[in-house]
Nanobody, 115 residues
Framework: QVQLVESGGDLVQPGGSLRLSCAAS????????MGWYRQAPGKQRELVAT???????NYADSVKGRFTISRDNAKNTAYLQMNSLKLEDTAVYYC?????????WGQGTQVTVSS
């Protein structure tokens, strides 16, 4: 059974930092590209960042220079380090694992940026 379990979401003030984690099980983690997406209330789910199986990264323009995606294949875990958080970063953040044949989603973790 494939599971992606996100953690690390929290309430944080503007300018603060959070690190999200996505622990994967049931897949050969090193063979999957990993991604973080987010969905704010009333909006569509959007791409935040991706990292390929080889470590190449890609970011949405809105988070470039503030967020960093990484992975630890030994721990079957992907991370999203979020710095300089803004009010508009408030959303449910979802982890995604994708290969040539399969794709999986986690259940999401809430990030709220508020003063």
């Amino acid at each position: 059974q494939v599971q992606l379990v996100e953690s690390g979401g929290d309430l944080v003030q503007p300018g603060g930092s959070l690190r999200l984690s996505c622990a994967a099980s049931g897949i050969i983690f090193s063979r999957y590209a990993m991604g973080w997406y987010r969905q704010a209330p009333g909006k569509q789910r959007e791409l935040v960042a991706t990292i390929t199986s080889r470590g190449a990264t890609n970011y949405a323009d809105s988070v470039k220079g503030r967020f960093t995606i990484s992975r630890d294949n030994a721990k079957n875990t992907a991370y999203l380090q979020m710095n300089s958080l803004k009010l508009e970063d408030t959303a449910v953040y979802y982890c995604n694992a994708i290969s040539a044949l399969y794709g999986y989603w986690g259940q999401g973790t809430q990030v709220t940026v508020s003063s």
